[in-house]
């Protein structure tokens, strides 16, 4: 079973559309994250969520919204897509906040054409 | 604020060499300092941490990390390479207690 999935794995659509990557984890874990992984490898943190509760936003555009419906899983929507949105999105979570190991999905690639 | 800096985007050894990959942390306190690794087209994979319980860290796939103080470094090492160690290894630190910081990356390729 993979503990941590995302879904889409590929994603390719246009400028100024809106989309969804959904996220789940089976580990049971507390906190999720959501990543963002931009065409040089540098990985930056975008949203945090300890128990449904948004913890940390790092001065993400308001087109990103995550969502928690509840604990397992951590959703990102993307409104008014735009070119500097193609990046690769990694879902992580951990069993709480703070310096427990983080599990990560394997991403998914968004491409804006 | 807490930040980790990872010495050569790039490391390129033989298959049999010592692989040492660099890391340099900044911070004020005691410091949680990690090493993943990127596989192409997967996500990361946690390969050791430092928690401040002893400095040489041991990892998996025979992996370890040596915490110094003096140095403030974080280097990872492994004694002799595979081929299949060929991935991306990132260093990283926990900034505020909440948030995970990482380094700019390193790509490992090994030569056969």
């Known amino acids: 079973d993979t503990a941590v999935s995302q879904t889409p794995k590929y994603l390719v659509t246009q400028m100024g559309n809106d989309k969804s990557i959904k996220c789940e984890q089976n580990l049971g874990h507390d906190t999720m994250y959501w990543y963002k992984q931009d065409s040089k490898k540098f990985l930056k943190i975008m949203f945090s969520y300890n128990n449904k509760e948004l913890i940390i936003n790092e001065t993400v555009p308001n087109r990103f919204s995550p969502k928690s419906p509840d604990k397992a899983h951590l959703n990102l929507h993307i409104n008014s897509l735009e070119l500097g949105d193609s990046a690769v999105y990694f879902c992580?979570?951990?069993?709480?906040?703070?310096?427990?190991?983080?599990?990560f999905g394997d991403g998914t690639r968004l491409s804006i054409l | 604020a807490q930040s980790v800096t990872q010495l050569g985007s790039h490391v390129s050894v033989s298959e049999g060499a010592l692989v040492l990959l660099r890391c340099n942390y900044s911070s004020s306190v005691p410091p949680y300092l990690f090493w993943y690794v990127q596989y192409p087209n997967q996500g990361l994979q946690l390969l050791l941490k430092?928690?401040?319980?002893?400095?040489l860290v041991k990892g998996i796939n025979g992996f370890e990390a040596e915490f110094k103080k003096s140095e403030t470094s974080f280097h990872l090492t492994k004694p002799s390479a595979h081929m299949s160690d060929a991935a991306e290894y990132f260093c990283?630190?926990?900034?505020?207690?909440?948030?995970?910081?990482f380094g700019q990356g390193t790509r490992l390729t090994i030569n056969p």
């Open positions: 992580a979570s951990s069993q709480e906040l703070g310096w427990q190991p983080q599990h």
């Open positions: 430092y928690t401040s319980a002893a400095t």
């Open positions: 990283a630190v926990i900034q505020g207690a909440q948030k995970l910081v």
